[in-house]
């Protein structure tokens, strides 16, 4: 077992789907992607993903692995970042961490802002759920996150960025994508995927909002993040909510449509331990109003 296959296997899972990882995330071919995780399934002893027709689910085998393969690869990202730091000069080193999705967006506009004034700054970058990354700049491992606004963390601050819309996430050819706008009426009867509670806070925006229009809507399945959400959508022609930011990511066998009335939003915030002294924190707050500015052109 290499360290290669962990990440192929990392990123297929987050991607749910073999296709999207090895174009978008490895930049390698399907077939070789397949190849090595039947690799990892032979070493391992068991098959870790169930194959299906739009794409893959991780067996409880391979959701077991999924947890120990991130912390390996977290572990080995820490060793090297420390012998680079003793064979070379120290630098300034700061920890950002981005829900997974959003450093497409807010990555390179905050990388820019911290290096206009600090050229020579080292900055540490990981992409992850948001009650992980809740729970790494509770033990003060990363200096500050882009994620939601997560509770239980009295000893965080969090500084709103952005409501994000939800839209309607379906297949390009489903019936619903005719219309221009979906309702929620429109839904009733269809596969609804949700997310689970592993994203305490989308979930509950969700639920609250199914609660508040007073129609039921029963869920036919729950993906733990939205890559696994848009992969459930893809393979069982079902439908789902999810925050308009995945449009930047979706295949392009799925597609999206804006909810009829007012669309529920979920907040995208920038947290950060209170106590924590950093100036370099410091100085990315006190340009947090341009990087939303810089952000919010792009995305027009």
Avoid at 8 to 36: I, W
Wanted: charged content about 25%; proline content about 6%.
């Amino acid at each position: 077992m290499e360290l290669r296959h962990l990440r192929y296997f990392v990123a297929v899972a987050d991607a749910g789907n073999l296709t999207v990882a090895a174009q978008r995330t490895l930049h390698t071919s399907q077939p070789s992607l397949s190849r090595q995780i039947r690799d990892l399934e032979d070493e391992v002893g068991t098959p870790l993903l169930t194959r299906r027709a739009r794409g893959v689910d991780l067996t409880p085998a391979g959701r077991a692995f999924l947890d120990h393969a991130r912390s390996v690869l977290s572990q080995v990202e820490a060793a090297s970042e420390a012998a680079r730091r003793v064979a070379g000069p120290a630098k300034p080193c700061f920890a950002m961490g981005f829900l997974t999705g959003h450093e497409l967006t807010w990555m390179p506009e905050a990388l820019r802002i911290l290096r206009d004034e600090l050229p020579n700054i080292d900055v540490m970058i990981s992409s992850q759920y948001s009650p992980l990354l809740a729970d790494g700049l509770s033990k003060g491992k990363i200096g500050a996150a882009f994620l939601r606004r997560e509770q239980g963390a009295p000893d965080l601050a969090f500084r709103l960025l952005v409501k994000e819309p939800l839209v309607v996430i379906l297949s390009g050819d489903h019936r619903l994508a005719a219309l221009k706008a979906i309702s929620l009426k429109d839904l009733v009867g269809e596969r609804f995927v949700i997310v689970s509670q592993t994203a305490p806070v989308l979930r509950g925006v969700i639920d609250n909002y199914l609660k508040r229009s007073g129609i039921k809507i029963t869920p036919a399945y729950e993906a733990d993040h939205v890559t696994m959400g848009i992969s459930l959508i893809m393979s069982t022609r079902g439908v789902g909510l999810l925050p308009a930011y995945v449009q930047n990511f979706l295949p392009s066998s799925v597609t999206s449509r804006p909810l009829k009335g007012e669309s529920p939003t979920v907040d995208l915030v920038l947290g950060y331990k209170k106590s924590n002294e950093s100036p370099i924190l410091k100085l990315l707050l006190s340009r947090l109003d341009e990087l939303v500015e810089r952000v919010s052109k792009k995305i027009r």
